[in-house]
């Protein structure tokens, strides 16, 4: 037996077809199901690709087979695809992910996150790599990246300097070019890094009364030290060349969590040309009240010459006073030296205010310039001359006024003027009224937003603006005198016809409404047109049309609906629970939200619903401390798992990813809920697989490494038997080792089953028939205190298996029950049954294809098992200490027969209630010749 040739396993597993094989005997539910995408990669090449892969990349398996590596993703991540077979290639642990763009069909790109793994013993050794969709989390990022720098180049152009510092290193950390300027420093410096006392040591710091400003007092180190918010503080900044800034700072502390002060911020806005600006008016105060005192003198003297010449003129004051027309007398610096009573009601004001005054404050500021440049004519030219001015309304009605001005000389040598002054306000007010109101038309007509018309009781066009002659897209000349019915389309021609004439009968019709109007190209304008009635300049009557272009809001309006009917759909259909909260609750929830929690919408959206039914228990304050932070704004994590809670009682494993949005002017929070129970379910079950899997491999090796001892031994009875007398007593010890030794031979057996390379010769059979067969042998396994029932199915229960596999399942399974009954009453339920996953419900940890199973369960009334025991129930040897009754190798034997024989099984299991395991074989299809 030695010299038999030997199977290289390793050799038969490199090969695709036994690959291919593996993946589906072993891992092919969970591969073929899973969410992510995996590609088996050899020298390069994808050799495999499940429906995943197919689905992120949008093509058939059978184009994907064959693909080069570095066709399936983007040329600019080439450098990243050689890193990574290079290191795997020399054995180095590739432990990052890797974000790469995989090309889809019709030229896209996806985002998506490898994790690779090497193969080591294929040759060459081939690379497994899974990829999970990360597009949704790139745009994110790029959004992040966009509003960062939004931020930093908001804060770089900032007018106003901003410095940042650690306390209490006093470490400059930020400053913008406006902090740098304002210190006399070059803006391409970086002062990032340095201590703020060298970088500030150029500058003087003075407080406004000159005096300079120590560390102490200076607003940011105050602010620092106190924790208080120093605000509004004017400081003088001293720059190297002597120029001095004057600047508002304002200085607050920045506090950790604790409250502890962490960091200063400074901000400075330079005032310098304000101070300035008031420093001018002061001084400018200072002159005008010495132009004040000099009037003051000028009017005193003029007040006595005045006296003189009203002595001298007495006997002509009547005339003067009460002259229809007002008379002054100015001096060459536009006072006024004398005024009749006329001219006092004119100017509106008593004779002693008005005196020394001058004329220039009487008017409004923008005919300021022009009094005074009229005032100057007639003293420099020497010649009468007339200006009109608005005065500044002294009343409600504004008043205009026209000067006659004349010079004169003073026999003291004083030029002064004589002005009439005569009210022209009836006339400037009728002709300012008639030219806004001409200004107005003109507005109306000649602007191209304006769309106006004016249509005669014929329907002709007598009057078209700009406006309307560009929606007609045709010129005005072109307009006038065309029948404005042609302009209307079919459907409306009659309508707006029958409406015009019916307001000429004085019918009450609506008065404004949409009009669609052909243009002479043919395209259509939809605008909203007001309808009055007027008449004509020639008396006859005449309709006005005044409207406003539509066409672009009906469009966007129809936009928007369809985008909010589109969203709509989405937000209905959605698979993920989606939820919005307010301060107040919930203000709307998805219908897949109501259907995960079992809640009604009304019970959701009510404001006293409570929202930690919805949690469990142990992760409620885990959730609302994660929830509080994200709702204040701060860096945390959006994505949370947590074990969610049905109206009903059952716990489901739940995502949730959340955001901040506006939601009617206020914050509040969108939040996406997937339900990931089954997913947790298949790692665990993949999990299982691996462990049992793991130990059929070790199984195997030890059966060989027995197998070949068992034989040595054999043999070495065998030679020893021939060597002795038939009658010798050690035959009886050599009987006892070739006993052991064949027990042993069983034992090896077992091993390789639970390696799978056992003995397997599939046959078409039916359950039903061998478990008939088997009946009394299964009683006896139970005993008699035991009720064994069979409920058979009434179906045909044909499946392909390896009978002698099948028969010591069927027992193991009936022992595990049996040992697991309590004092050895209870009873065992033996079913089978035909279902198909697509229309009946099968509740397992695993995903079954569209196709008949035949269904075999072994329910019993024992102890059942703890979720820790349930999770081990296959591996061989586990058992509890205080379990006296150890199966063995029983149920990791049924495991590995299930699998050899393209089957699964499910164990369901609660402790004092008794446990179910449902076996599925795949169903034959057996045709009436066959049978």
């Known amino acids: 037996?030695?010299?038999?040739?030997?199977?290289?396993?390793?050799?038969?597993?490199?090969?695709?077809?036994?690959?291919?094989?593996?993946?589906?005997?072993?891992?092919?539910?969970?591969?073929?199901?899973?969410?992510?995408?995996?590609?088996?990669?050899?020298?390069?090449?994808?050799?495999?690709?499940?429906?995943?892969?197919?689905?992120?990349?949008?093509?058939?398996?059978?184009?994907?087979?064959?693909?080069?590596?570095?066709?399936?993703?983007?040329?600019?991540?080439?450098?990243?695809?050689?890193?990574?077979?290079?290191?795997?290639?020399?054995?180095?642990?590739?432990?990052?992910?890797?974000?790469?763009?995989?090309?889809?069909?019709?030229?896209?790109?996806?985002?998506?996150?490898?994790?690779?793994?090497?193969?080591?013993?294929?040759?060459?050794?081939?690379?497994?790599?899974?990829?999970?969709?990360?597009?949704?989390?790139?745009?994110?990022?790029?959004?992040?990246?966009?509003?960062?720098?939004?931020?930093?180049?908001?804060?770089?152009?900032?007018?106003?300097?901003?410095?940042?510092?650690?306390?209490?290193?006093?470490?400059?950390?930020?400053?913008?070019?406006?902090?740098?300027?304002?210190?006399?420093?070059?803006?391409?410096?970086?002062?990032?890094?340095?201590?703020?006392?060298?970088?500030?040591?150029?500058?003087?710091?003075?407080?406004?009364?000159?005096?300079?400003?120590?560390?102490?007092?200076?607003?940011?180190?105050?602010?620092?030290?106190?924790?208080?918010?120093?605000?509004?503080?004017?400081?003088?900044?001293?720059?190297?060349?002597?120029?001095?800034?004057?600047?508002?700072?304002?200085?607050?502390?920045?506090?950790?969590?604790?409250?502890?002060?962490?960091?200063?911020?400074?901000?400075?806005?330079?005032?310098?040309?304000?101070?300035?600006?008031?420093?001018?008016?002061?001084?400018?105060?200072?002159?005008?009240?010495?132009?004040?005192?000099?009037?003051?003198?000028?009017?005193?003297?003029?007040?006595?010459?005045?006296?003189?010449?009203?002595?001298?003129?007495?006997?002509?004051?009547?005339?003067?006073?009460?002259?229809p027309v007002g008379y002054l007398t100015i001096s060459e610096r536009a006072t006024v030296l004398r005024a009749n009573q006329t001219a006092c009601e004119i100017l509106g004001s008593d004779y002693d205010s008005l005196m020394r005054r001058s004329l220039l404050q009487q008017v409004v500021s923008r005919h300021m310039t022009t009094l005074a440049d009229h005032f100057q004519s007639v003293i420099q030219n020497q010649r009468p001359a007339s200006c009109e001015v608005e005065l500044k309304q002294v009343d409600k009605e504004r008043k205009f006024v026209r000067f006659e001005s004349a010079p004169r000389d003073t026999p003291e040598g004083d030029r002064q003027i004589r002005a009439a002054l005569i009210d022209i306000s009836q006339r400037m007010r009728a002709e300012i009224k008639l030219a806004q109101s001409e200004q107005r038309y003109r507005m109306i007509v000649e602007n191209p937003l304006s769309v106006v018309m004016v249509v005669d009781e014929k329907f002709c066009i007598t009057f078209a603006s700009q406006g309307f002659c560009q929606i007609l897209k045709s010129p005005y000349r072109n307009v006038i005198g065309t029948d404005f019915r042609d302009y209307l389309t079919d459907t409306q021609r009659e309508t707006i016809a029958e409406r015009y004439k019916a307001r000429r009968r004085g019918e009450d019709v609506p008065k404004q409404y949409e009009i669609d109007v052909v243009a002479t190209d043919g395209t259509i304008s939809t605008i909203l047109a007001s309808i009055f009635l007027a008449t004509g300049p020639d008396g006859n009557p005449q309709t006005v049309v005044n409207a406003v272009d539509i066409t672009d809001r009906k469009q966007a309006q129809a936009e928007i609906n369809q985008m909010q009917a589109r969203f709509q759909r989405l937000f209905e259909q959605s698979v993920d629970a989606v939820y919005v909260r307010t301060a107040k609750g919930f203000v709307l929830v998805s219908p897949s939200f109501t259907h995960l929690f079992g809640y009604s919408h009304d019970e959701l959206i009510a404001e006293d619903f409570d929202e930690m039914k919805l949690i469990a228990p142990p992760d409620r304050d885990h959730v609302l401390k994660r929830i509080r932070a994200i709702a204040r704004g701060e860096d945390a994590d959006n994505i949370l798992d947590f074990t969610g809670l049905h109206s009903s009682g059952k716990t489901l494993s739940l995502q949730l990813t959340s955001s901040i949005i506006d939601w009617e002017g206020k914050p509040a929070v969108l939040g996406f809920i997937r339900d990931v129970t089954m997913q947790h379910r298949l790692v665990r079950r993949v999990q299982q697989m691996q462990r049992l899997d793991s130990i059929g491999r070790v199984a195997g090796g030890i059966a060989h490494d027995f197998e070949r001892m068992i034989e040595t031994i054999a043999g070495q009875v065998d030679r020893t038997r021939a060597k002795l007398k038939p009658d010798d007593i050690l035959q009886q010890d050599l009987d006892a080792i070739q006993a052991t030794t064949q027990s042993a031979v069983d034992l090896t057996h077992q091993l390789f089953d639970l390696s799978r390379e056992g003995h397997h010769e599939p046959k078409q059979m039916e359950l039903n028939d061998l478990l008939t067969y088997l009946e009394k042998t299964l009683l006896r396994v139970v005993g008699s205190e035991i009720k064994l029932k069979l409920d058979l199915a009434e179906e045909r229960t044909a499946i392909d298996a390896d009978p002698n596999q099948m028969e010591q399942m069927i027992i193991n399974l009936l022992i595990q029950s049996r040992d697991s009954i309590e004092n050895g009453h209870g009873s065992i339920t033996l079913r089978t049954r035909v279902v198909n996953p697509a229309v009946d419900p099968v509740d397992a940890t695993f995903e079954l294809d569209d196709q008949d199973y035949v269904c075999f369960e072994v329910e019993d009334t024992g102890v059942g098992m703890s979720d820790d025991a349930l999770a081990h129930v296959f591996e061989p040897f586990y058992q509890k200490p205080e379990d006296s009754r150890g199966s063995g190798l029983g149920m990791a034997s049924v495991y590995s027969h299930i699998k050899q024989n393209n089957g699964n099984v499910h164990v369901q299991s609660t402790p004092g209630k008794g446990s179910v395991y449902t076996v599925y074989i795949p169903a034959m299809e057996v045709n009436a010749s066959a049978e």
Not at 54 to 81: A, K, M, N, V
Not at 252 to 263: C, K, Q
């Open 1 to 323: 037996m030695d010299n038999e040739p030997k199977t290289d396993s390793n050799t038969e597993s490199s090969s695709p077809g036994m690959q291919s094989k593996e993946i589906q005997g072993v891992y092919g539910i969970l591969i073929e199901h899973t969410a992510s995408a995996v590609l088996y990669i050899r020298d390069k090449t994808v050799d495999y690709a499940n429906p995943a892969a197919c689905h992120f990349t949008q093509q058939d398996s059978g184009d994907l087979i064959g693909i080069s590596l570095y066709d399936l993703f983007h040329p600019e991540d080439r450098d990243q695809i050689d890193a990574m077979c290079t290191k795997l290639s020399s054995g180095a642990d590739v432990k990052s992910m890797l974000d790469l763009r995989l090309l889809q069909k019709g030229g896209t790109w996806l985002w998506v996150e490898c994790n690779p793994s090497l193969v080591p013993e294929e040759d060459p050794p081939a690379i497994v790599l899974s990829m999970t969709d990360i597009s949704q989390r790139k745009e994110v990022d790029r959004q992040r990246e966009k509003l960062q720098a939004f931020l930093h180049a908001a804060l770089a152009q900032s007018p106003a300097g901003i410095m940042i510092v650690d306390y209490p290193d006093l470490i400059i950390r930020s400053a913008n070019k406006a902090a740098i300027r304002l210190r006399g420093h070059d803006v391409d410096e970086d002062p990032v890094g340095q201590p703020v006392h060298d970088y500030a040591s150029r500058c003087r710091f003075l407080l406004p009364d000159g005096r300079q400003h120590s560390d102490d007092s200076y607003p940011l180190f105050r602010a620092m030290q106190t924790g208080q918010s120093i605000q509004n503080e004017e400081v003088i900044i001293e720059q190297p060349d002597g120029k001095q800034n004057w600047v508002l700072a304002h200085a607050e502390a920045v506090r950790d969590e604790a409250g502890n002060v962490i960091a200063g911020i400074i901000i400075t806005t330079d005032i310098t040309e304000r101070k300035e600006s008031e420093q001018a008016v002061r001084s400018l105060l200072g002159e005008l009240q010495q132009v004040k005192t000099e009037l003051e003198k000028q009017n005193f003297d003029l007040q006595q010459a005045e006296e003189r010449i009203n002595r001298s003129l007495m006997r002509y004051t009547d005339l003067y006073e009460h002259a």
